[in-house]
């Protein structure tokens, strides 16, 4: 039974309070007086070194999220780029990731409750669980309505905090700047950088978003932008308010530090504030962790059951309600280890999408459409894998083995289930077919990627379209007169239309002698009016080594022939204007001269860009 689609409901405002309530919340408001511990004052340069790295995954996740803009975020980009195999067990272990982080979270809501409210902590947690799936389940504008209205108001009471804060600051506190020396600056930017892990979770709901190609980037940068800012900050003013002993003892260092200015009610505000925190940052996680399982179940990895989406709420309610019930299950466990293993996830994910965006561009797949393309390729991404490795690496031992078991079983999953009921081709394979000069593809995942360029861009198909995909093309390898190739045109058109070839020929012939139909030095478009109704038709030709026509000087490599009954010269001009918009692409000759065959050709014309 064919599912509901997801429905674009999500602005800029709301992908910027989505990436940034699930940014803001342990790495603020729990983890600067630990870190204080480890590097003094100059935890402030770790932040910022953690951040600056931050950056460099985002650059490739929002190249990968504007060319692909589905559920499942990087499930899905690693699925196409590196196989099956590798992308099964990522939206595994990445959905349990999440999963465990926003549980983390709800603790951390519930502690900074304690200090309000006397509940039972856990219980706490588990009720705030059941009402966030509740209102994911409701639809992803209502949870966003509420994420936009907690983060408003959260960035509300922290730029109070640091308006207040800043005169405040003692400058006796921030000397020495660097106790420790430089090596602990840079452990310590490992140990916070789960503090942008949050970045990662946006692209996971870019199918709901409106004008994702251009929203999800621009959301995402500004988003982070924000949160480099903000941390820099509140820490800044955190450090310079509290005395390095008090900092260094704190779990609450946010609280305290209102607490050194403001008395107890800041330190009550800075808890709510808190509270917000973990909450944004749970409802986030629900929201994009859901999506994984909704995209594994799309592609045949799991049970057809985790994609059904409700005819109202138009959201995956089993994939919501399954995420609810295993951090409810995660609550009632030790969450040290757990949550540091989900650290290692979600830095393993931000590598992986700096790989796939190698792996793609390498594989010079022509339906590879990114709108935003990352600076600086490839040593933007070169950079950031050996830098996510290092910070993998001081995780520790104990996290470390127990990612590499759910790895295991992420990929048990894979081998038992997935592998025996589907498979997709990836960009890897491309990759190796490049290398190799071996056909190793079908060109399905080419097919796919024009389907997803047709939904991000809204392209609705029009009687141009279904024309191109099934005209007939002509691929010549060999350098040809235009006599030679008027006479091969003929022949296919003339089959198709079902009138004489000797006709078509010497029409294109009179309509050359008549004025050239060379528009370009590598472009023509004959065009002729034949007898009959209702009859129309185009034939593309490409010649790498050139077709020769007389009063060019230059060979032409790509032919556009259209051919039409006098009753249809209305959608004959339209067709022509639409060839002119598509040609008057800069790229356009390069692409032409780089596609793969004939279907290859076809969609350098369908994926043009034009007026509809």
Same mark, same amino acid.
């Given at each position: 039974?064919?599912?509901?689609?997801?429905?674009?409901?999500?602005?800029?405002?709301?992908?910027?309070?989505? /990436?940034?309530?699930?940014?803001?919340?342990?790495?603020?408001?729990?983890?600067?007086?630990?870190?204080?511990?480890?590097?003094?004052?100059?935890?402030?340069?770790?932040?910022?070194?953690?951040?600056?790295?931050?950056?460099?995954?985002?650059?490739?996740?929002?190249?990968?999220?504007?060319?692909? *803009?589905?559920?499942?975020?990087?499930?899905?980009?690693?699925?196409?780029?590196?196989?099956?195999?590798?992308? =099964?067990?990522?939206?595994?272990? =990445?959905?349990?990731?999440?999963?465990?982080?926003?549980?983390?979270?709800?603790?951390?809501?519930?502690?900074?409750?304690?200090?309000?409210?006397?509940?039972?902590?856990?219980?706490?947690?588990?009720?705030?669980?059941?009402?966030?799936?509740?209102?994911?389940?409701?639809?992803?504008?209502?949870?966003?309505?509420?994420?936009?209205?907690?983060?408003?108001?959260?960035?509300?009471?922290?730029?109070?905090?640091?308006?207040?804060?800043?005169?405040?600051?003692?400058?006796?506190?921030?000397?020495?700047?660097?106790? @420790?020396?430089?090596? *602990?600056?840079?452990?310590?930017?490992?140990?916070?950088?789960?503090?942008?892990?949050?970045?990662?979770?946006?692209?996971?709901?870019? +199918?709901?978003?409106?004008?994702?190609?251009?929203?999800?980037?621009?959301?995402?940068?500004?988003?982070?932008?924000?949160?480099?800012?903000?941390?820099? #900050?509140?820490?800044?003013? =955190?450090?310079?308010?509290?005395?390095?002993?008090?900092?260094?003892? /704190?779990?609450?260092?946010?609280?305290?530090?209102?607490?050194?200015?403001?008395?107890?009610?800041?330190?009550?505000?800075?808890?709510?504030?808190?509270?917000?925190?973990?909450?944004?940052?749970?409802?986030?996680?629900?929201?994009?962790?859901?999506?994984?399982? #909704?995209?594994?179940?799309?592609?045949?990895?799991?049970?057809?059951?985790?994609?059904?989406?409700?005819?109202?709420?138009?959201?995956?309610?089993?994939?919501?309600?399954? =995420?609810?019930?295993?951090?409810?299950?995660?609550?009632?466990?030790?969450?040290?280890?757990?949550?540091?293993?989900?650290?290692?996830?979600?830095?393993?994910?931000?590598?992986?999408?700096?790989?796939?965006?190698?792996?793609?561009?390498?594989?010079?797949?022509?339906?590879?459409? *990114?709108?935003?393309?990352?600076?600086?390729?490839?040593?933007?991404?070169?950079?950031?894998?050996?830098?996510?490795?290092?910070?993998?690496?001081?995780?520790?031992?104990?996290?470390?083995?127990?990612?590499? #078991?759910?790895?295991?079983?992420?990929?048990?999953?894979?081998?038992?289930?997935?592998?025996?009921?589907?498979?997709?081709? /990836?960009?890897?394979?491309?990759?190796?077919?490049?290398?190799?000069?071996?056909? @190793?593809?079908?060109?399905?995942?080419?097919? +796919?990627?024009?389907?997803?360029?047709? +939904?991000?861009?809204?392209?609705?198909?029009?009687?141009?379209?279904?024309?191109?995909?099934?005209?007939?093309?002509?691929?010549?390898?060999?350098?040809?007169?235009?006599?030679?190739?008027?006479?091969?045109?003929?022949?296919?058109?003339?089959?198709?239309?079902?009138?004489?070839?000797?006709?078509?020929?010497?029409?294109? #012939?009179?309509?050359?002698?008549?004025?050239?139909?060379?528009?370009?030095?590598?472009?023509?478009?004959?065009?002729?009016?034949?007898?009959?109704?209702k009859k129309f038709d185009i034939l593309l030709a490409r010649s790498?080594?050139?077709?020769?026509?007389?009063?060019?000087?230059?060979?032409?490599?790509?032919?556009?022939?259209?051919?039409?009954?006098?009753?249809?010269? *209305?959608?004959?001009?339209?067709s022509l204007a639409a060839i002119a918009q598509i040609i008057s692409?800069?790229?356009?000759?390069?692409?032409?001269?780089?596609?793969?065959?004939?279907?290859? @050709?076809?969609?350098?014309?369908?994926?043009? +860009?034009?007026?509809?």
């Amino acid at each position: 039974m064919k599912q509901p689609k997801l429905k674009r409901k999500l602005n800029l405002l709301d992908v910027f309070c989505i /990436s940034t309530g699930a940014m803001i919340s342990s790495g603020l408001f729990i983890l600067p007086g630990i870190a204080h511990a480890k590097a003094g004052p100059a935890v402030i340069l770790s932040y910022l070194l953690a951040g600056l790295l931050a950056a460099a995954g985002m650059l490739s996740q929002a190249e990968l999220v504007s060319a692909m *803009p589905k559920a499942g975020g990087t499930y899905f980009y690693v699925t196409r780029a590196l196989g099956s195999g590798m992308g =099964t067990v990522n939206g595994l272990i =990445t959905w349990l990731s999440l999963s465990v982080k926003s549980a983390f979270a709800l603790v951390g809501m519930a502690a900074f409750g304690m200090l309000v409210f006397n509940f039972d902590m856990r219980l706490l947690a588990i009720g705030m669980t059941v009402l966030f799936v509740g209102l994911n389940l409701a639809g992803i504008k209502e949870a966003s309505r509420a994420q936009v209205a907690i983060v408003l108001g959260l960035l509300t009471i922290l730029a109070f905090y640091v308006v207040r804060g800043l005169p405040q600051v003692q400058l006796s506190n921030l000397e020495p700047f660097a106790p @420790l020396g430089l090596d *602990p600056i840079l452990r310590t930017a490992g140990f916070v950088f789960i503090s942008y892990g949050g970045l990662l979770k946006i692209a996971s709901v870019a +199918e709901e978003v409106s004008k994702p190609a251009k929203t999800i980037p621009l959301g995402m940068a500004l988003s982070l932008i924000t949160v480099i800012v903000l941390y820099l #900050l509140v820490i800044s003013v =955190t450090t310079g308010v509290l005395d390095g002993t008090t900092l260094d003892n /704190s779990l609450t260092p946010i609280s305290d530090g209102a607490r050194a200015f403001m008395g107890t009610p800041g330190s009550i505000v800075l808890a709510v504030a808190a509270m917000l925190a973990f909450i944004s940052t749970a409802n986030a996680g629900i929201m994009a962790a859901a999506r994984y399982p #909704l995209a594994l179940a799309r592609d045949g990895f799991l049970p057809n059951v985790f994609s059904r989406v409700g005819k109202r709420s138009r959201t995956p309610y089993v994939a919501i309600l399954a =995420t609810g019930l295993f951090m409810i299950f995660t609550l009632v466990l030790k969450l040290d280890l757990l949550v540091k293993t989900a650290s290692t996830i979600l830095i393993l994910t931000y590598a992986f999408s700096c790989l796939s965006v190698i792996v793609l561009r390498e594989s010079k797949l022509q339906n590879y459409q *990114p709108t935003f393309r990352s600076p600086l390729y490839p040593i933007v991404q070169i950079v950031a894998i050996v830098g996510f490795g290092l910070l993998v690496f001081e995780i520790g031992g104990a996290a470390l083995v127990t990612t590499g #078991l759910l790895i295991g079983g992420g990929g048990l999953v894979y081998l038992l289930y997935g592998r025996v009921r589907t498979s997709r081709e /990836s960009a890897l394979i491309y990759l190796i077919e490049r290398i190799t000069a071996k056909e @190793l593809t079908t060109r399905s995942l080419e097919a +796919e990627l024009k389907e997803i360029i047709r +939904e991000r861009d809204e392209i609705l198909k029009d009687r141009f379209d279904h024309l191109i995909e099934a005209a007939e093309v002509i691929d010549i390898d060999r350098s040809v007169s235009m006599d030679e190739f008027f006479q091969m045109a003929a022949t296919r058109l003339a089959r198709r239309l079902d009138t004489s070839t000797n006709e078509i020929y010497e029409l294109l #012939l009179k309509r050359e002698n008549e004025s050239t139909t060379v528009l370009t030095p590598h472009l023509a478009i004959p065009h002729i009016i034949i007898q009959g109704k209702k009859k129309f038709d185009i034939l593309l030709a490409r010649s790498r080594p050139g077709i020769e026509f007389p009063d060019s000087p230059d060979r032409i490599h790509a032919v556009f022939v259209l051919v039409g009954t006098p009753d249809e010269r *209305p959608f004959h001009l339209k067709s022509l204007a639409a060839i002119a918009q598509i040609i008057s692409d800069p790229r356009f000759e390069e692409k032409w001269m780089a596609a793969k065959g004939a279907e290859g @050709l076809r969609d350098v014309i369908l994926l043009g +860009e034009r007026r509809r």
